[in-house]
């Protein structure tokens, strides 16, 4: 939906462009049509390769953090590995050792690991 508002926000924005736009010369370069046909092929490649992924993406990582429960074993974006023993609404405490815990933020963690990983490490 939102590439829909900012397809028609952007072609909206060159309408006086394209209504100054002054008629090509006869064998000269690509017409008005071809200009904006051109513009909207653009818009779709940054749509499909960059924006669609990137909202998944981001999507994805909302869940997992939302899904975090006590109990569960996680990676952290910094590469350490443990278990999470105490969850809160932005930080969550995970065991990295015997006694040993530390705080880290939820949007830190980067994967969340299958039951029993941490014991066959």
């Known amino acids: ?12 924005a060159m309408m006086p462009t394209l209504a ?10 690509m017409g008005v049509m071809g200009q904006v046909i051109f513009f909207a092929g653009f818009i779709l490649i940054f749509y499909f390769l960059i924006w ?11 869940s997992l953090m939302s899904g ?12 350490i590995a443990g278990k999470i023993t105490k ?9 990295i050792a015997d006694n040993v815990e530390v705080k880290v933020q939820k949007v830190a963690v980067a ?3 299958p039951k029993g990983t941490l014991k066959d490490i």
């Open 1 to 12: 939906m939102k590439s829909a508002k900012l397809f028609l926000v952007s072609l909206m």
């Open 20 to 29: 100054m736009a002054q008629a090509a010369p006869a064998g000269g370069g």
């Open 52 to 62: 669609r992924p990137q909202s998944k993406r981001a999507k994805e990582h909302k």
């Open 68 to 79: 975090l429960n006590k109990g569960d074993e996680v990676v952290t974006s910094g590469g």
């Open 87 to 95: 969850v809160t609404d932005d930080f969550i405490v995970v065991e």
């Open 111 to 113: 994967a969340a690991l």
